[in-house]
């Protein structure tokens, strides 16, 4: 007589659930706090739209202890360094060259290039160039050299 095959049982014992993975709750907020801003994308060349000044950064985002800033340059600037602080340039128009005593970097729309702490350095902008900067909230902008071109960054609404 032939073997039967029954299928495999298809039941399962029931399981406890996966315990729920949870964020720590956030402190409650005390009634005269303001509500937090709406989360909102922060359009750079709106922001750039918003000011004529040249050597001027502007803040228009704070990322923990750091800015980020843009400028509109055109000119030389001062040789300065930044003894405990490297320092982000990103172009976003225009074209920008970063003289270092070794040897200059030049840089387009969409390049970066990141100064080392401790190296000096003097940006120029044979045009007006646009920039994008990232450092250390309260980093002067003229570093160790100081100034009349030293100027605190402003915040753009």
Partial sequence: MPESTAPASTTTEPTAPAPAVTEPAAPARAASEPAAPEPAAVNIAEKLSQFGELWSQK???VLNDYEVKVAKL????VWHTHENTDELFLVVAG???IQLRDGDVVLG???LFVVPRGVEHCP???EETAILLVEP???LN???AGGPMTKPA???A
């Fill in 124 to 126: 120029v902008a044979h």
């Fill in 59 to 61: 803040r228009i985002a």
């Fill in 142 to 144: 003229t570093g160790d």
């Fill in 109 to 111: 729309p969409g390049e």
């Fill in 95 to 97: 074209r920008l060259t």
């Fill in 74 to 77: 055109k000119g030389e600037f």
């Fill in 154 to 156: 402003e915040s753009l």
């Fill in 137 to 139: 909230a309260g980093t």
